[in-house]
Nanobody
Framework: VQLQASGGGLVQPGDSLRLSCVVS????????MGWFRQAPGKEREFVVA????????YDSDDVKGRFTISRANAQSTVYLQMNSLKPEDTAVYYC???????????????????WGQGTQVTVSS
């Protein structure tokens, strides 16, 4: 299973950006999909997750109301729409896929089986 994340870049505070992650070689429809991020000097942290059906999403408090995760199962793709970006959103963003992810573990890295290579998002004026 391979995950290819894209869409990162350099933007100004208040701007929007959409990340994409294409999954190949696996059963995308079975996976809970998540986005994590790692800022310089910090540990990787959970951002958002979406259930295999797309019916349930879960956001971290830091991005609630600003970031939206969605998925297109026919295209084996998950998206992260990021609005009202702040400098503290600067990080490398990783997409992750997991089968059998239970609700209580969806924010944990260990719940996910496969990871993308990461895409850099820099928010700076």
């Amino acid at each position: 299973v391979q995950l290819q994340a894209s869409g990162g870049g350099l933007v100004q505070p208040g701007d929007s950006l959409r990340l994409s992650c294409v999954v190949s070689g696996g059963s995308f429809r079975r996976y809970t999909m998540g986005w994590f991020r790692q800022a310089p000097g910090k540990e990787r942290e959970f951002v958002v997750a979406i259930s295999w059906s797309g019916g349930t999403t879960y956001d971290s408090d830091d991005v609630k109301g600003r970031f939206t995760i969605s998925r297109a199962n026919a295209q084996s793709t998950v998206y992260l729409q990021m609005n009202s970006l702040k400098p503290e959103d600067t990080a490398v963003y990783y997409c992750a896929a997991g089968s059998g992810v239970i609700v209580s573990s969806r924010t944990s890295e260990t719940a996910y089986d496969y990871w993308g290579q990461g895409t850099q998002v820099t928010v700076s004026s």
